[in-house]
């Protein structure tokens, strides 16, 4: 069982920057690949970007070259700097953790909200 823990959102202006960060409650973060997910209201849950516990990251094309993900695995958080946000950016940002080993379990956080004004 994982439970994850998000803090860092806030209301920030346009070009502005944030930092989230994700506490992973588990004895074994490095056994979870972790990601962030964005939700804006009346759209799908979308992802942002996710790492490895090596390291590897993708991005959402959207955030790429503004948004940068990383971890602490000594620490079991995951982070995400948010700069040159855009009112589109505006969103409750959730953690997940998705197990390595099938069946990949998911687990998600209670989401933190994002809200960029313009």
């Known amino acids: 069982q994982v439970e994850l823990v998000e803090s860092g959102g806030g209301l920030v202006q346009t070009g502005g920057s944030l930092i989230l960060s994700c506490v992973c409650y588990t004895t074994n973060s490095n056994m979870y690949v972790l990601s962030w997910y964005r939700q804006a209201p009346g759209k799908e849950r979308e992802s942002v970007a996710r790492?490895?516990?090596?390291?590897?990251?993708n991005y959402a094309e959207s955030v790429k070259g503004r948004f940068t993900i990383s971890r602490d695995n000594a620490k079991n958080t995951v982070y995400l700097q948010m700069s040159s946000l855009k009112p589109d950016d505006t969103a409750v940002y959730y953690c997940n953790a998705e197990y390595i080993i099938s069946p990949r379990t998911n687990y998600w956080g209670q989401g933190t909200q994002v809200t960029v004004s313009s």
């Open positions: 790492i490895s516990s090596g390291g590897s990251t």
